[in-house]
């Protein structure tokens, strides 16, 4: 491990131990007990076998997600466009699970390639505005958030909706399509198993392939990775088409796996959280699904202490605002880290 990781996940560290003692103070101020109910927060996940697959299947989401935005952030490219692929992606592959009638495994596959195939081109989109006519990802990406969001409830209103259903629903998927669950107690599903692939197919990409190294170049430092003979412009159209291709994959997982039928009338929300996600696994995939179980982790306890307690669950927000303040601030611990390079530096200069 060198020094450079080193702290960065000591700093990540110490961001969540201060985000947790200003979660107490917080708890300490409102509630009548808050020993009790700061308690509850941090072992309701673990209160039962329902709630411990509780922030499990949370976390199954947040990891595509946080490996969609960890991509493209390797790439200093700013896309916000996660949560519309991870919407239409989940619109894509009900619309595979209605219509195609295929057997058990492929019928699954195709549903999960279809959602891809939407997130990809949800992502392919801002990436040649960008590499064509050097349009802001960013503007393009929260924009088509909206675009994909009313054509996603477009298509369930008017081609996929349940008329017998008294909600605005879809109508269910073919058994054949589903992603099994592993127990009747939990919804835990055999989607966990394609997102442990996702994250081990992400870092091979970003670490042991050639286009992976150049995302990385580029993100690093533009000008180098241009003047070095990286061809820039593909590689950033080739990082938004993977990662709207990965978080599209998660909203089709979480469809065949949980819901069975479209139920959403909304975004969710899995997309803004995989910035949080990705900013504190720092664009590793690898830490991506510890940083997404964190995540889970957190609102499933604020949950169970607004079930048990006089506290809100969202003190939650405030314990995640804290942590990614101090994590993206460059000052923090910056102290320590020239204390860090100077020891360094002392002995490598003794040892020569």
């Not at 917080?26 to 072992?43: D, N």
């Not at 442990?196 to 870092?203: E, I, N, Q, R």
């Not at 994959?249 to 997309?271: D, K, N, T």
């Amino acid at each position: 491990m060198t020094r450079n990781t080193w702290f960065e996940l000591l700093r990540t560290g110490v961001a969540i131990a201060v985000a947790l003692l200003i979660g107490f103070v917080v708890t300490w101020l409102v509630s009548e007990s808050p020993g009790e109910a700061f308690g509850y927060f941090l072992k309701g996940p673990f209160t039962s076998i329902r709630r411990l697959g509780a922030f499990l299947e949370a976390a199954v989401p947040l990891t595509f997600t946080g490996l969609a935005v960890s991509l493209v952030f390797s790439a200093g490219q700013f896309n916000m466009g996660a949560e519309g692929h991870f919407f239409i992606g989940a619109v894509a592959a009900t619309a595979a699970g209605i219509f195609f009638d295929l057997p058990p495994v492929i019928h699954t596959l195709v549903c999960l390639a279809a959602g891809m195939a939407a997130g990809a081109i949800g992502g392919f989109i801002p990436g040649i505005l960008k590499a064509r006519w050097n349009a802001s990802e960013l503007v393009a990406s929260l924009m088509l958030n909206y675009v994909f969001l009313k054509l996603g409830m477009y298509l369930i209103t008017y081609h996929l909706r349940d008329p017998s259903a008294g909600a605005l629903v879809s109508l269910p998927l073919k058994e054949t399509s589903w992603l099994p669950q592993f127990t009747r107690t939990t919804k835990l599903h055999a989607g966990i198993l394609v997102m442990f692939l996702a994250v081990f197919l992400c870092y091979y990409f970003l670490y042991r392939t050639t286009k992976g190294y150049e995302a990385r170049m580029t993100g690093h430092n533009i000008s180098f990775a241009r003047y070095s003979g990286i061809p820039v412009l593909s590689v950033m159209l080739l990082v938004q088409v993977l990662g709207g291709a990965v978080a599209g994959l998660g909203g089709a997982v979480e469809m065949l796996g949980i819901y069975r039928r479209f139920q959403w009338q909304a975004s969710p929300g899995y997309g803004f959280d995989g910035v949080i996600i990705a900013i504190l696994a720092r664009n590793n995939p690898l830490l991506v699904p510890v940083a997404a179980v964190f995540l889970a982790y957190l609102r499933v306890g604020a949950d169970v202490m607004a079930l048990y307690a006089d506290v809100s669950a969202e003190m939650v927000s405030i314990i995640q605002a804290v942590i990614i303040l101090l994590v993206t601030a460059e000052a923090f611990l910056a102290g320590y880290r020239h204390r860090l390079t100077l020891k360094e530096v002392k002995q490598r200069a003794s040892a020569s």
